[in-house]
């Protein structure tokens, strides 16, 4: 098995990312002159100048005219700037790396070793070591759900999203020539053990759009007749039984919980993050947001006296990206958000390409229910559905699409 360059860099993005750091600190964030250095020298781009003039006017107008904590606003700005590099870092990978799905490969084959060494532990008091208990719904306080070496398991389940794609399409375009099979049931089981419902629906949100967009030209594909078929004499009763016979298992539970409306951690993600981020942004400028790094400071009594935190709980966080980025940049950040994402999802043509459409419906979808706006599990995602760097999944490949609107 020949080395690849990029093999480590992987292996540090997916499982050792924040291994012994303080929270919020990554070693990406930390190899960002490297990173700096490495654009200019082989991509031969200055990305920093045009970055920081785009800024700029945002940064003058919160430093300025809102008012912000100065030390912890350009602390929180030069994380900000450590993500760009790394955002650029990574698109420079995707033209330089020739063997991107040999190293996709490995780091599932490393990720499910690991989930295997990960579960005996769930049974000792070294649980920790792979798994985080955190309420997991109304009712459920003390849940084991694993993460491995991550932040939390829903940051564990983003990451795996683009793999997780890419080997479902292969299997689905009959491109399987390989194990596409195993290394998707490789991807499964973690995601089953860490319970992240949130990435696990947008994921499921994604395929159905995308198969509604294309219906008449995947519905004549022998291969999605045959998984749907599977879906329906397999996993479809298997999910009645459980439901008849096991009605009280934990999954069940937070499902009922959440069409109630009564789970904890779905609230918490959705619309009671945009009711908490319209508090802390009455108390600065609706237009031009908080500034980066306040919801700590200006924000933490609201979101302690909202869930009836201690007055020493500091992990005070609003965890739903729209919702932060309202908060910190207002409305004029938000509505910039949304605008670049709709006009490069038609400059670039996402919907010719079938990975590069799930992936950008993925992140628009759980952008609204998840996610931190310095989340390079997420950028990761944006970036490949903005770069048609896997065109063996393009949409039109010898024959003409079905309908008008692929055009």
């Given at each position: 098995?020949?080395?690849?360059?990029?093999?480590?860099?992987?292996?540090?993005?997916?499982?050792?990312?924040?291994?012994?750091?303080?929270?919020?600190l990554?070693?990406t964030?930390?190899?960002?002159?490297?990173?700096?250095?490495?654009?200019v020298?082989?991509?031969?781009?200055?990305?920093?100048?045009?970055?920081?003039?785009?800024?700029?006017?945002?940064?003058?107008?919160?430093?300025?005219?809102?008012?912000?904590?100065?030390?912890?606003?350009?602390?929180?700005?030069?994380?900000?700037?450590?993500?760009?590099?790394?955002?650029?870092?990574?698109?420079?990978?995707?033209?330089?790396?020739?063997?991107?799905?040999?190293?996709?490969?490995?780091?599932?084959?490393?990720?499910?070793?690991?989930?295997?060494?990960?579960?005996p532990?769930?049974?000792?008091?070294?649980?920790?070591l792979?798994?985080i208990?955190?309420?997991?719904?109304?009712?459920?306080?003390?849940?084991?759900?694993?993460?491995?070496?991550t932040?939390?398991?829903?940051y564990?389940?983003?990451?795996?999203?683009?793999?997780?794609?890419?080997?479902?399409?292969?299997?689905?375009?009959?491109?399987?020539?390989?194990?596409?099979?195993?290394?998707?049931?490789?991807?499964?089981?973690?995601?089953?053990?860490?319970l992240?419902?949130?990435?696990?629906?947008?994921?499921?949100?994604?395929?159905?759009?995308?198969f509604a967009?294309?219906?008449?030209?995947?519905?004549?594909?022998?291969?999605?007749?045959?998984?749907?078929?599977?879906?329906?004499?397999?996993?479809?009763?298997?999910i009645?039984?459980?439901?008849?016979?096991?009605?009280d298992?934990?999954?069940?539970?937070?499902?009922?919980?959440?069409?109630?409306?009564?789970?904890?951690?779905?609230?918490?993600?959705?619309?009671?993050?945009?009711?908490l981020?319209?508090?802390?942004?009455?108390?600065?400028?609706?237009?031009w947001?908080?500034?980066?790094?306040?919801i700590?400071?200006?924000?933490?009594?609201?979101i302690?006296?909202?869930?009836?935190?201690?007055?020493?709980?500091?992990?005070v966080?609003?965890?739903?990206?729209?919702?932060?980025?309202?908060?910190i940049?207002?409305?004029?950040?938000?509505?910039l958000?949304?605008?670049?994402?709709?006009?490069?999802?038609?400059y670039?043509?996402?919907?010719?390409?079938?990975?590069?459409?799930?992936?950008?419906?993925?992140?628009?979808?759980?952008?609204?229910?998840?996610?931190?706006?310095?989340?390079?599990?997420?950028?990761?995602i944006?970036?490949?559905?903005?770069?048609?760097?896997f065109?063996?999944?393009?949409?039109?490949?010898?024959?003409r699409?079905?309908?008008?609107?692929?055009?």
């Amino acid at each position: 098995m020949a080395f690849n360059k990029y093999f480590l860099f992987a292996v540090l993005y997916f499982f050792l990312n924040s291994v012994g750091l303080p929270f919020g600190l990554t070693y990406t964030a930390l190899l960002a002159p490297f990173f700096y250095w490495w654009i200019v020298t082989v991509g031969r781009k200055e990305i920093l100048l045009p970055f920081f003039i785009a800024i700029f006017p945002l940064v003058f107008i919160q430093m300025a005219f809102v008012g912000v904590d100065n030390k912890t606003y350009v602390i929180s700005l030069l994380n900000l700037t450590a993500v760009y590099i790394f955002c650029w870092a990574f698109y420079l990978f995707l033209q330089k790396s020739k063997e991107p799905e040999r190293i996709f490969k490995r780091i599932i084959i490393i990720n499910f070793i690991l989930c295997l060494i990960a579960i005996p532990f769930y049974f000792t008091s070294y649980s920790y070591l792979f798994w985080i208990s955190q309420p997991l719904t109304e009712g459920v306080e003390d849940f084991l759900r694993l993460r491995l070496f991550t932040y939390e398991p829903s940051y564990y389940a983003t990451l795996f999203v683009p793999l997780f794609f890419f080997f479902f399409l292969k299997i689905v375009l009959e491109q399987n020539k390989t194990n596409s099979w195993l290394l998707l049931m490789m991807i499964i089981v973690p995601y089953i053990l860490s319970l992240s419902l949130g990435v696990m629906v947008a994921i499921v949100l994604s395929f159905f759009l995308v198969f509604a967009f294309y219906f008449r030209r995947l519905i004549v594909k022998k291969r999605i007749v045959n998984l749907f078929l599977f879906l329906s004499i397999i996993v479809i009763p298997a999910i009645v039984l459980v439901f008849l016979f096991f009605p009280d298992n934990t999954l069940l539970f937070r499902v009922n919980n959440i069409i109630s409306g009564h789970d904890t951690s779905g609230k918490g993600r959705t619309y009671e993050a945009f009711f908490l981020a319209m508090k802390i942004l009455a108390l600065k400028s609706s237009t031009w947001g908080i500034g980066l790094g306040q919801i700590k400071i200006i924000g933490a009594e609201i979101i302690k006296d909202f869930y009836l935190y201690p007055p020493d709980y500091k992990n005070v966080a609003i965890p739903n990206v729209t919702a932060e980025t309202l908060t910190i940049f207002g409305f004029a950040g938000l509505f910039l958000r949304f605008g670049l994402e709709i006009v490069l999802f038609f400059y670039t043509k996402v919907w010719k390409n079938y990975y590069r459409f799930l992936l950008f419906l993925f992140m628009f979808i759980y952008q609204f229910s998840g996610s931190f706006i310095t989340n390079l599990a997420e950028y990761v995602i944006w970036i490949l559905a903005f770069t048609n760097i896997f065109n063996q999944f393009d949409v039109l490949q010898k024959e003409r699409p079905a309908l008008f609107l692929y055009e």
